[in-house]
C-alpha cells in the first residue's frame, strides 16, 4: 500500500467502461481518481489544474484523438506520466505515442491486477509496452525498439536491469513453478509473484511465461 495515494484521472469517452475502469482503482488500495473526463479538451483543462501523477488517456476521443491530447500536455509542460489507453496496436500509432513521451501503451483488454502493476510502475518512472505491440514495431523496423539480438552476450547485456529477484523468479518460471509455488519458495505474496512475472514477461518482450522460460533458456539468460 502506498502511503500517498497514486493520483489518478481517467480520460475515457464510453462511460461504462470509465465506470468500470474507475470501479478497479476505488477498490484498490494506493490510487486516488481526482478526475475524469470524456472529451479531450475537458481532460486538458482539468490535468492543467488538477496534475494528476498518472493520467489513463483513450486514444479514442469524440472531438481530438488521445494523440493531440498528449501533445497538447507536452506544450504545457504538463508533469502527469500519460498511459496511452487503446483497443488496436497500430505501429505507427504506437511510435507516435511513445516519440510524445507517453510512458505506457495498454490494449484495453489488459487484466485487473496488471493495469494496477503498470499504473505504480509508471508512477515510479517505468514505461511500458504492451507484449501483443512488439512485434508489431519489430515487423515495422521501428527504433523504439530495439531489434532482435543476434549473440547471447549482447541479450544478457542489453537485459541487465532484469532485478536480482526477477533472475530468482525467472529461475523458478525455467523450472516450471506456478506462481503459488514462487511466492512459497521465495517467501513473497502471489501477488508480488505474478507482478514479478509480469515484469519479467514485458522486460524479455515475449508474451507470456512459457515464451519468458524458452527465450530465457535459449538466450543464455538462465542455465537448465
Known amino acids: 500500500m502506498n502511503s500517498i495515494p497514486i493520483k489518478l484521472m481517467l480520460v475515457e469517452d464510453h462511460k461504462l467502461i470509465r465506470v468500470g475502469i474507475k470501479t478497479i482503482f476505488d477498490e484498490a488500495d494506493g490510487y486516488d481518481v481526482i478526475a475524469e473526463a470524456s ?39 504538463s508533469e502527469s506520466k500519460i498511459i ?38 509508471v508512477w515510479q518512472g517505468a514505461m511500458w509496452l504492451d507484449p501483443k505491440i512488439v512485434p508489431n514495431l519489430r515487423d515495422k523496423g521501428d527504433m523504439v525498439i530495439p531489434k532482435k539480438h543476434t549473440t547471447r ?43 514479478h512475472v509480469c515484469n519479467i514477461i514485458q522486460k524479455l518482450l515475449v508474451d507470456d511465461r512459457t515464451q519468458a522460460a524458452v527465450k530465457a533458456i535459449k538466450e543464455g539468460i538462465i542455465q537448465p
Open 153 to 195: 552476450e549482447m541479450f544478457r547485456n542489453t537485459h541487465a536491469n532484469l532485478t536480482q529477484r526477477e533472475y530468482e523468479v525467472l529461475k523458478l518460471v525455467v523450472d516450471g513453478k506456478s506462481n503459488n509455488d514462487i511466492a512459497q519458495e521465495l517467501c513473497i505474496s502471489e501477488h508480488t509473484a505474478k507482478a
Open 39 to 77: 472529451t479531450g479538451k475537458d481532460a486538458i483543462d482539468k490535468a492543467l489544474k488538477l496534475k494528476p501523477d498518472v493520467i489513463l488517456l483513450d486514444i479514442g476521443l469524440p472531438d481530438m484523438s488521445g494523440i493531440k491530447v498528449l501533445n497538447k500536455l507536452q506544450e504545457y509542460d
Open 84 to 121: 496511452i489507453l487503446s483497443s488496436h496496436n497500430d505501429g505507427d500509432e504506437v511510435h507516435k505515442c511513445l516519440s510524445l513521451g507517453a510512458y505506457a501503451y495498454v490494449i484495453k483488454d489488459i487484466n485487473v491486477e496488471m493495469l494496477l502493476y503498470i499504473v505504480k510502475s
